[in-house]
């Protein structure tokens, strides 16, 4: 049983006026309004937060650092984007990752909030903390930016970096054109320059003359050689620099990153 939502639950029914999302000035007010009840206070509030603190938080510590130390390991990030069986350097594992946790971040944590502060009686499986939704993630940072200046605005301005930050990576930069297939003012990508250079030999024969047949494409148009090369840096500069704002604006908003 979670006793945490069930506790919710019954102070509702004691208190059908109690909110489900509100700023804290909105919860003050009607906390102070609450307690005049002091009886229906007493066994809404008082008692279960007495045994929240006397039994549930000291059996969950215990049961937690057991799923820890046996089971859940929280402390390690799936990086969903990268493949577990290739290699890659340091550079591109920092942004991964750093990019997943926001990830992770919208479509767990945000998503959580949707669902138990926002939606009527979810079903039993969206309650559970590994339930992973990205539209339930935005709904909530949108509840955050219609906030404005009532809720407080840096959290209704963080909530909007947040979302720009996750559609870009999970939407916008994925659909950037591979570097290779990048064309040049001449109208030929890389791929296409390179692509028929021994293709009836195998692999081996194909490594030992790559050198030698780009030496040859080379001489024979350099021009062309040099339009798909100067095409090639150029994405590769801007792919970077649009990167590096990114994590940039990441690493900014980063004190945000709790619920």
Known sequence: MNFTSKRVDFKKWLFPTMPDPATMEDWDEWNNNAMKSKFKWFIADTVPTWFAITFQYRYENVIGKLKSK?????NLIKINSLEDDVWYDSDTRLMHGMFQLL?????????HMEIMLNMDNPPRYMRKVKYRSAEMGIKYLDWEISLGKKGGINQSNNAKTIKELFLWWKYDRPTRTELMDVKGSMGMSSNEFYSDMDDDKNDKERVSSMFASIDRRKDKEPELYKDVNKAYEDAEAKYNKEDEKMLIKLVKIRKSLWT
């Open 70 to 74: 046996y089971i859940r390991k929280h």
């Open 103 to 111: 990830v992770d971040f919208v479509e767990l944590e945000k998503s």
